[in-house]
């Protein structure tokens, strides 16, 4: 999952073997986004909620089914996030404590999902990552939806830490 390119509001999600499987449609001032498949029909939508602790929703078009429900934690906002994929509950671990672009996901005890970054920590697409399922718990839209509510909560985090840092 490649990330946002300056001016270009949709990138591409690709397979291993580098066939495109759909894209993400980004609103870079709303933090919602959604995915398309590859054809470039709408297939999922996020829809923030929430002020101050915010809540994303992934939602299956058109059906309106929940896709990934997740709220950051308080204090930690991965490794204390309430997390549900197709309404079954997953546990987020950010795996680096000095980086927030390394996660795994655990339903139970049993890994489920990694994320990983594809890029260095300094680059201009610090967002680029590979999504790695080892067990068959989720479909492909689900995983998606659920890296890139993962990716826009932790692209929140790091603008909102610059902003007060620069302040």
Same mark, same amino acid.
């Given at each position: 999952? +490649?990330?946002? =390119?300056?001016?270009?509001?949709?990138?591409?999600?690709?397979?291993?073997?580098?066939?495109?499987?759909?894209?993400?449609?980004?609103?870079?001032?709303?933090?919602?986004?959604?995915?398309?498949?590859?054809?470039?029909?709408?297939?999922?939508?996020?829809? !923030?909620?929430? *002020? @101050?602790?915010?809540?994303?929703? #992934?939602?299956?078009? +058109?059906?309106?089914?929940?896709?990934?429900?997740?709220? +950051?934690?308080? @204090?930690? !906002? @991965?490794?204390?996030? =309430?997390?549900? #994929?197709?309404?079954? +509950?997953?546990? #987020?671990?950010?795996?680096?404590?000095?980086?927030?672009?390394?996660? =795994? /996901?655990?339903?139970?005890?049993?890994?489920?999902?990694? *994320?990983?970054?594809?890029?260095?920590? /300094?680059? /201009?697409?610090?967002?680029?990552? #590979?999504?790695?399922?080892?067990?068959?718990?989720?479909?492909?839209?689900?995983?998606?939806?659920?890296?890139?509510?993962?990716?826009?909560?932790?692209?929140?985090?790091?603008?909102?830490?610059?902003?007060?840092?620069?302040?």
């Amino acid at each position: 999952m +490649p990330d946002k =390119e300056f001016m270009n509001s949709r990138s591409p999600v690709l397979l291993a073997d580098g066939q495109t499987a759909g894209y993400i449609q980004w609103s870079t001032w709303t933090q919602r986004f959604s995915v398309l498949d590859a054809s470039g029909a709408v297939v999922a939508e996020c829809r !923030p909620q929430g *002020i @101050f602790r915010r809540r994303y929703v #992934v939602l299956a078009l +058109p059906s309106g089914r929940t896709l990934v429900d997740l709220k +950051p934690g308080a @204090f930690r !906002p @991965f490794n204390g996030a =309430e997390l549900t #994929v197709a309404g079954h +509950p997953i546990r #987020v671990r950010q795996v680096s404590v000095w980086s927030d672009r390394r996660f =795994e /996901f655990y339903a139970g005890e049993r890994l489920v999902g990694r *994320i990983q970054p594809t890029t260095g920590v /300094f680059s /201009f697409r610090p967002d680029s990552y #590979v999504l790695e399922l080892p067990a068959p718990v989720m479909s492909g839209l689900e995983a998606i939806s659920l890296a890139q509510a993962v990716r826009t909560v932790a692209r929140g985090l790091r603008q909102a830490q610059a902003a007060s840092s620069s302040s």
